[in-house]
């Protein structure tokens, strides 16, 4: 298992350090200038250069390169340009928004579709199977921002419930405000994750229940409950944990959708903020936070393998 870990370790932190240096070429290449952007496109050429000097960006690549690696290496992502604070602090305040839609999403969605895909899985070909099955097409096929809307109108203009419209400016001091300020965006996050969820349980249920193992058991005279919970849905998990380590990458990378629908200030509203502003540090900075958040759900999926599955061995 430690030599696993020691691999895994050096995996993530050459991608981190790929990934880092992949963003900072590309923001080179970019048009536009910070300081310009910040003082206007008609400002004063001195005062423009004396911004430049102030923010680092009259340095040559290189050396801000190396002296934003040698920060990093220390905890250090840099200031922000566009906030004027330091970039773990923008990324804290995001993550502490977008990190409970994200979690607190895929765990209802979890909860909602592993009960209704062993269900279709066990009455495959009935009329219940088919109602499932189109249901989850149905929340597939249907836009996030779409969905968020609808709720807005039918939770808020329709049914007049007391929900916030938008995140409370001073984040979690008021925990209560702030859920429930985030009730309707997980739910919509939750539709989208639960329809594909579904989907994967019963292909996965379906197959294992025609493997060979689960016809000994059943020849054995187990209960059907004990075959589908003890020997076949374990099995099955595999495939859904991949898919929802993956989702979970996914929703930090898309967040963006839903969090400007809602008008959140999450990690993505602040990524597209960083980009149009030409905050390079902070836009770095994100990068390497969402790498690294990616990096260590990936090791827990794998570990996961482990348990689920004994012949899975990292040894």
């Known amino acids: 298992m430690w030599p696993y870990l020691a691999r895994r370790f050096a995996v993530a932190l050459a991608t981190l350090w790929l990934a880092s240096s992949l963003v900072f070429v590309a923001l080179l290449v970019i048009p536009g200038d910070p300081a310009s952007i910040i003082l206007g496109f008609g400002a004063d050429p001195e005062r423009i250069a004396a911004l430049q000097a102030r923010l680092g960006l009259d340095k040559p690549p290189l050396e801000?390169?190396?002296?934003?690696?040698?920060?990093?290496?220390?905890?250090?992502?840099?200031?922000?340009?566009?906030?004027?604070?330091p970039v773990r602090t923008e990324i804290a305040r995001g993550l502490s928004v977008t990190l409970p839609v994200v979690v607190l999403?895929?765990?209802?969605?979890?909860?909602?579709?592993?009960?209704?895909?062993?269900?279709?899985?066990?009455?495959?070909?009935?009329?219940?199977?088919?109602?499932?099955?189109?249901?989850?097409?149905?929340?597939?096929?249907?836009?996030?921002?779409?969905?968020?809307?609808?709720?807005?109108?039918?939770?808020?203009?329709?049914?007049?419930?007391?929900?916030?419209?938008?995140?409370?400016i001073d984040g979690w001091r008021d925990p209560q405000r702030a859920l429930l300020a985030l009730v309707l965006p997980i739910l919509t996050v939750t539709l989208s994750r639960s329809a594909l969820l579904v989907r994967m349980v019963r292909g996965?249920?379906?197959?294992?229940?025609?493997?060979?193992?689960?016809?000994?058991?059943?020849?054995?005279?187990?209960?059907?409950?004990?075959?589908?919970?003890?020997?076949a849905l374990k099995n099955a998990a595999l495939p859904v944990v991949t898919v929802l380590g993956l989702e979970f990458s996914q929703l930090?990378?898309?967040?963006?959708?839903?969090?400007?629908?809602?008008?959140?200030?999450?990690?993505?509203?602040?990524?597209?903020?960083?980009?149009?502003?030409?905050?390079?540090?902070?836009?770095?900075?994100?990068?390497?936070?969402?790498?690294?958040?990616?990096?260590?759900?990936?090791?827990?999926?794998?570990?996961?393998?482990?348990?689920?599955?004994?012949?899975?061995?990292?040894?």
Request: hydrophobic content about 55%.
């Open 105 to 168: 999403s895929l765990l209802l969605a979890t909860l909602i579709s592993v009960p209704l895909g062993v269900l279709a899985a066990r009455r495959a070909g009935s009329w219940l199977d088919v109602g499932i099955s189109a249901a989850a097409l149905l929340g597939i096929v249907l836009p996030s921002f779409w969905v968020g809307l609808m709720f807005i109108y039918l939770f808020i203009v329709r049914l007049d419930l007391p929900l916030p419209t938008s995140f409370p």
């Open 64 to 85: 801000r390169y190396l002296l934003w690696y040698a920060g990093a290496l220390q905890g250090d992502l840099g200031e922000s340009i566009r906030y004027s604070s």
């Open 252 to 315: 930090l990378i898309a967040a963006v959708i839903v969090e400007t629908v809602f008008g959140l200030p999450g990690l993505g509203s602040l990524s597209l903020t960083a980009i149009n502003a030409r905050d390079f540090p902070l836009v770095q900075g994100i990068v390497v936070v969402l790498a690294a958040f990616i990096v260590l759900v990936n090791l827990i999926v794998d570990l996961l393998y482990a348990y689920l599955d004994p012949r899975v061995s990292y040894a």
């Open 204 to 231: 996965s249920v379906l197959e294992v229940l025609n493997q060979d193992y689960v016809r000994t058991a059943r020849a054995k005279g187990l209960a059907e409950r004990k075959v589908l919970y003890k020997h």
